[in-house]
């Protein structure tokens, strides 16, 4: 009964087995199909591909010079301006003002009648130039440019200016003296003053001042701030 029993058992291990290599034959078989199929449709292709670029001839080499573009040149964007204190600003304003004040301005064409008396800014009605002779707005400030010199008369003027505007002044008087002391007796600054108040922003009409104010040798000068409607 033993030699039975392992008899069968061999047999069965060999049945197996044989099943086993049946089926990796039939694995093997199948791999190798599946390769000639994909061989014979490559062929197909590539005969296909011939059959489609038949009479095709490939382009000359070209000598022609094909320039390189430039790269862009990136600018970093320009770092963050420090915010100006308020004692700052009214300096820096005070600095433009005074730099854009030329003495070669001419302003003859701005006035009415004598140059050396009246300035009334383009697009201001008479009636204005009309109201500042008859004092309609009283004098708020003054400033005394006796003995300062082109240049220090120059700034001071736009800095009492700036100062007149920020305040919202609308009527100052200028005193810039007749002449009498300058070389020749000639009222040089006077004449630059005329000049530098016509470049001035905000200033919208000058006449001469009245004896009691310093006739001849000041101005009545008012600021756009006369123009605005009050509270």
Partial sequence: MK????????????????????????????????????EKQRVAEASIFRTTMKGVNKLPESNRYVPQMPKPVI??????????????????????????????????HYMEEEPSLNYLAPGVGNDVMKRLRKNYWPVQDELDLHGLRRDDARETLAAFLHKAVQRNQRCVCVIHGRGFGSRGGEPVLKSMVHSWLVQTDGVIAFCQAHAAEGGEGALIVLLRAALRPER
């Fill in 75 to 108: 600018t970093p964007p320009a770092p963050p301006k420090r915010k100006l204190t308020a004692t700052e600003q009214k300096d820096d304003d005070a600095a433009v003002l005074r730099e854009s004040l030329s003495d070669l301005f001419g302003v003859e």
């Fill in 3 to 38: 030699d039975f029993a392992a008899l069968k058992a061999l047999g069965q291990q060999l049945k197996g087995k044989g099943e086993e290599r049946e089926r990796e034959a039939a694995e093997r078989a199948k791999a190798e199909a599946e390769r000639i199929e994909r």
